[in-house]
């Protein structure tokens, strides 16, 4: 039986543990995760060399003891020699990595009517399986030449909100960024307490903007506009895009559109302004679940999905409130042990929503 926090690695039917390094990073906010672990290597074994073979592309499974990590390939191995050791290192992704590396090969106009579909399309040829417990209707979809192919499903889900991760299991996950706001916290931060190491945020002005204005265009001038005020933003700071970067001819575009798309530039204005990492000790919340395990359960079409409750005065969280854990780093630290980075962002922001129901920075 493997044992509870043993990072063990199959590959081509073969099991491999006692890992002297491991750095394991699973997100919600990108569609790859990614794995890197070190070992002594003995060259003189056949069964390593032919297993860690460079350039093979092996398929990889990543477990903690009885838990599923991530399921991806072999991208990378180094070889390292010195006086005293030789010591190979290997790094993957999920299976997703293909769809963020690799260009469309194949037609470039699509007529798909919902993003799943499209996702479908694409991610078919690399052998990856699609799950949508959210889905949104698209515009047509027109690819450039040489566009990655993540790249060209991801510009749709984001005019519709849509954030795609993968599944331990190697899946793509759809969701849509309002479900987060549904996620109740699993457990609880608090400054000087276990098991909270260190915390740091990051606040940057320049990331926010008083006025958010989205026009439509015709004939190659703003037509419709609609906009949005941050009036937390105490200077004059406009910020200004044509909705969808197009023509879209007379009515093609509506004020209620224009609006959603000006509320979404203010949320990601929020997303890139306001930031939180938080490692905590171990890989295990104080339930023994795999901190942000992102396992799709299939039985209720939906994304197990984590959030914490966090309070911590000397870093300006002055109240307490829920996060999001948007990805999350797994590693050994020299001092430390088992500890986990953790990435905490409010559902708000992920939502569309513009507005935070709790700043925490603010004291009164």
């Known amino acids: 039986m493997p044992k509870k926090d043993e990072i063990r690695l199959e590959i081509k039917g073969k099991v491999f543990e006692h890992w002297e390094g491991i750095t394991i990073t ?37 477990y903690l003891g009885d838990d599923l ?28 990595g293909q769809i963020v590396d690799c260009s469309i090969d194949g037609p470039l106009e699509y007529n798909f009517k919902f993003l799943a579909d499209l996702a479908i399309s694409h991610c078919a040829p690399f052998g990856i399986t699609v799950r949508w417990p959210n889905n949104r209707p698209i515009e047509s979809a027109r690819a450039t ?10 510009s749709h889900a984001d005019l519709a909100n849509l954030f795609l991760y993968s599944s331990p299991e190697g899946e793509v ?44 265009q015709y004939a190659g001038e703003p037509d419709i506009e609609d906009f949005i005020e941050d009036k937390s933003v105490s200077i004059h700071r406009p910020h ?18 224009l609006n959603r798309t000006a509320r979404k530039l203010m949320a ?20 023994g679940k795999v901190w942000m395990k992102d396992k799709y359960l299939k ?9 914490v409750t966090l309070k911590a005065p000397s870093v300006a969280l002055y109240k307490e409130r829920s996060y999001i854990v948007i990805n ?30 709790v700043e925490p920075w603010v004291q009164t």
Not at 69 to 96: F, I, M, N, W
Not at 299 to 307: G, S, V
């Open 26 to 62: 699973r997100a919600l906010d990108q569609v790859v995760d990614s794995f890197a672990v070190s070992a002594p290597f003995d060259p003189d074994l056949a069964d390593l060399r032919e297993t860690f073979r460079p350039f093979g592309y092996q398929k990889v499974k990543v």
């Open 69 to 96: 990590l991530l399921t991806g390939y072999l991208d990378k191995v180094e070889h390292s020699l010195s006086a005293t050791d030789r010591k190979v290192k290997l790094q993957g992704r999920s299976l997703a």
């Open 145 to 154: 030449y040489g566009q990655q192919v993540y790249d060209h499903i991801k």
């Open 173 to 216: 996950v759809i969701y849509w960024g309002k479900e987060l706001l549904k996620v109740k916290s699993s457990a609880a931060l608090v400054e000087g307490e276990s098991p909270l190491l260190s915390i740091s945020t990051s606040f940057d002005g320049s990331q926010r903007f008083s006025k958010y204005k989205a026009a439509s």
């Open 240 to 257: 200004l895009v044509i909705s969808g970067g197009m023509d879209v001819g007379e009515g093609g575009e509506d004020e209620l559109s």
């Open 268 to 287: 990601q204005s929020l997303y890139r302004s306001f930031s939180i990492t938080a490692t905590v000790s171990g890989w295990r919340d104080a339930n």
């Open 299 to 307: 039985e209720k079409n939906a994304a197990d999905i984590t959030a």
């Open 328 to 357: 999350c780093t797994m590693s050994i630290d020299e001092s430390q042990g088992r500890v986990t980075e953790l990435h905490l962002v409010p559902a708000e922001s992920l939502a569309g929503d513009p507005r935070l129901e």
